[in-house]
């Protein structure tokens, strides 16, 4: 069974800076593509950052220069740096990870959330 948990949520002031990590675990041979999304009271729920298998990185316009994601491929981990943080960027933010479980087989998965909260 493959598991995403996410750490490192918060209430932070405007300005200030928060990491997320999510780390993979259970029994599968490879992580393809590490993605945040996250989800805000009454909105869908949008992509933030992306960093797939060969490290190419993407970033949503509202998150550039401000956020960073990175990957650790030998400890299964993905974080997110996110820097002067803004009210807008309140939400529920999920780790989502498409993983190989077997040679023929492979899923995408989800972390729980972890909130965060910027306000003064």
């Known amino acids: 069974q493959v598991q995403l948990v996410e750490s490192g949520g918060g209430l932070v002031q405007p300005g200030g800076s928060l990491r997320l990590s999510c780390v993979a675990s259970?029994?599968?041979?490879?992580?393809?593509?590490m993605y945040w999304y996250r989800q805000a009271p009454d909105k869908q729920r949008e992509l933030v950052a992306s960093?797939?298998?060969?490290?190419?990185?993407y970033y949503a316009d509202d998150v550039k220069g401000r956020f960073t994601i990175a990957r650790d491929r030998a400890k299964n981990t993905v974080t997110l740096q996110l820097n002067n943080l803004k009210p807008e960027d309140t939400a529920v933010y999920y780790c989502?990870?498409?993983?190989?479980?077997?040679?023929?087989?492979?899923?995408?998965?989800w972390g729980q959330g972890t909130q965060v909260t910027v306000s003064s």
């Open positions: 259970g029994s599968f041979s490879d992580i393809y593509g």
């Open positions: 960093v797939n298998s060969a490290g190419n990185k």
């Open positions: 989502h990870a498409g993983i190989r479980t077997s040679p023929i087989a492979s899923a995408f998965y």
